[in-house]
């Protein structure tokens, strides 16, 4: 049976391996820093969902804006197989 965890932790350091879901708010130099590790240690299938940034070189599955200030948009990711 699948588990649920919430995980703070410096991308840079932490293992993804398993991640089901990973929530991002970064800007965009950190997105592109982060892409490699995301491609190499997540599953396919797995979601990388980013708060007003999106990921660089990668199509969304979906984009919604949130109702703040800002009409911030809110990316998601599958990765691929």
């Known amino acids: 049976m699948p588990t649920?965890?919430?995980?703070?932790?410096?991308?840079?350091?932490?293992?993804?391996?398993?991640?089901?879901?990973?929530?991002?708010?970064?800007?965009?130099?950190?997105m592109e820093r982060l892409r490699p590790k995301l491609e190499a240690e997540l599953t396919p299938g797995a979601l990388v969902l980013s708060n007003t940034f999106a990921m660089p070189r990668w199509r969304p599955v979906a984009v919604a804006e949130a109702e703040d200030f800002y009409r911030s948009k809110v990316y998601l990711y599958r990765i691929a197989a």
């Open 4 to 30: 649920c965890g919430v995980h703070r932790a410096d991308f840079h350091e932490a293992r993804l391996h398993g991640a089901g879901l990973v929530v991002c708010y970064l800007h965009p130099g950190a």
